[in-house]
């Protein structure tokens, strides 16, 4: 599975750099006020023939294109570029998510950020960037830990201030070093807490293999499964502060 994901992240990033930073990209918005380029559709197109020439019994779930076989035993579970405004803005803080489930269940994950040519890939159990094994850091005090999120305005207009607010007094650093590439900041051990309040299956499902297999704590924003139906965005942290984050945030813990 390791080569086939190197596989698919190469030939992605072949479509989609050659417009990164590029003045003249158009950018579309969708129906639900997020942004789409010819690039994000176009790599979304190679994931789907690479898979279906590999896997062709195997379900696929993308950001922009149709379901296929949702119902297969195995399904991938794609997000071409997540972080599309930083990719239109010329930003490198973007990358491609490519997920493998079994009844729904992630099993393998990749997150692939092109302009960095960093690879993360993850099984529950293990992780690594490239060939190097990843783990969370220890940072004792909770007071120490940088935390990141995607949009600072975000957890305000989704959860209220008085549990965002807790958290920002409680922790040190804080940062908008987000989107997918937050996440691979925690599992590579430079930062300690990445959130973000509302997430898509397309956003969260890739992730969350990587973070496990790195011995990253997960939930929803309430501390429930984020893959849950009712579940709402993500909070990963290292296991020694995730209860007290969720508990700060006004979740359950």
């Not at 599309?84 to 950020?113: D, N, Q, V």
Request: one cysteine or more; hydrophobic letters at 45%.
């Amino acid at each position: 599975m390791i080569p086939f994901l190197r596989h698919l992240a190469r030939e992605s990033a072949r479509v989609i750099m050659p417009h990164f930073a590029n003045p003249s990209l158009r950018v579309e918005w969708k129906a639900d006020d997020t942004p789409v380029t010819y690039a994000d559709r176009k790599a979304e197109e190679v994931l789907r023939a690479e898979i279906a020439k590999t896997w062709p019994d195997h379900g696929i779930v993308g950001e922009e294109l149709d379901d296929v076989a949702a119902d297969a035993e195995y399904t991938w579970v794609l997000d071409p570029i997540d972080g599309t405004r930083s990719f239109a803005a010329g930003s490198p803080l973007f990358g491609t998510l490519i997920c493998l489930r079994r009844e729904l269940m992630p099993l393998w994950g990749a997150i692939h950020i092109p302009a960095l040519g960093q690879l993360y890939i993850g099984n529950n159990e293990s992780a690594w960037l490239d060939d190097r094994r990843l783990h969370v850091r220890e940072t004792p005090r909770l007071a120490d830990c940088t935390l990141l999120t995607t949009d600072p305005k975000a957890p305000y207009q989704y959860h209220g201030a008085p549990g965002w607010d807790a958290l920002l007094a409680a922790t040190g650093m804080y940062r908008s070093w987000g989107d997918c590439f937050g996440y691979t900041l925690l599992a590579s051990g430079g930062a300690d807490i990445m959130t973000d309040p509302a997430m898509n299956l397309w956003d969260v499902a890739a992730l969350l293999p990587v973070l496990r297999g790195c011995g990253a704590a997960v939930s929803d924003w309430h501390g429930v499964d984020p893959l849950a139906e009712d579940a709402e965005g993500l909070v990963a942290a290292h296991p020694r502060h995730h209860r007290t984050i969720i508990e700060l945030l006004g979740g359950r813990g």
